[in-house]
């Protein structure tokens, strides 16, 4: 596709459950970023992946995030026993990785946990 | 510890005039600066971008001024329309973290007709 696309649009589980949500970067994107926006708030980084390999971690708020780029490309955030304070818009961004270069962000998807 | 602050939550201004948006800084790492805009239920998408190395750069009505000693930077929008309307985010990186962005917490720009 065109640019960054990011499933679901939105979900909505209860707490407790497990969720996956999955990103698709831009083709021929290296990099690739995960950020959380809480209502009112700007994008809080979470992770970043340099191909495969998660080059950053250190925005992952406890051990129930984890995320994972098997195969370079498309990149699944995985959140278990889900809380309500993880409710939230997940963004995803890709980027050539080329050093000063702009993000390029997916609409989002939106996590609401009852 | 907020290492990017955009200070004025909204800001509301009148077709054709200027809009200016400010945002604060603390880390003296950080060597390249964006400006997000955001429409609702959308992603955030890049507006304009500076270096450190500039104090300056203009595209069409928007200008980034970047002030190194102060650590401070701005987007100025003129003439400003009501399709500007959105949110607007400050956004840092620096030599390393491979472009990870660091973001302010947004100015919500209204611009009436």
């Known amino acids: 596709g065109a640019g960054v696309s990011q499933t679901p649009s939105n979900k909505v589980t209860e707490k407790g459950k497990y969720v996956e949500l999955r990103c698709d970067p831009i083709?021929?994107?290296?990099?690739l970023y995960w950020y959380r926006q809480s209502l009112g708030q700007g994008p809080e980084f979470l992770i970043y992946f340099q191909g495969t390999g998660a080059a950053d971690d250190s925005g992952l708020p406890n051990d129930r995030f984890f995320a994972v780029r098997p195969e370079g490309s498309v990149s699944t955030l995985k959140i278990q026993r889900t809380e309500r304070g993880d409710s939230a818009v997940y963004l995803c961004a890709s980027s050539p990785g080329l050093a000063g270069g702009e993000l390029f962000f997916g609409e989002g998807s939106r996590l609401t946990v009852l | 510890d907020q290492q990017v602050k955009q200070n004025s939550p909204s800001l509301s201004v009148q077709e054709g005039r200027i809009s200016i948006l400010n945002c604060d800084y603390t880390n003296s790492m950080f060597d390249y600066f964006l400006w997000y805009k955001k429409y609702p239920a959308e992603g955030p998408t890049f507006l304009i971008s500076i270096s450190s190395i500039k104090d300056k750069n203009e595209d069409g009505r928007f200008t980034v001024f970047l002030n190194k000693s102060a650590k401070h930077l701005s987007l100025h929008i003129v003439p400003s329309q009501p399709g500007d309307s959105a949110v607007y985010f400050c956004?840092?990186?620096?030599?390393?973290?491979?472009?990870?962005?660091?973001f302010g917490g947004g100015t919500r720009l209204m611009v009436k007709p």
């Open positions: 083709s021929g994107h290296t990099a």
């Open positions: 956004a840092a990186s620096g030599p390393t973290g491979g472009n990870m962005l660091t």
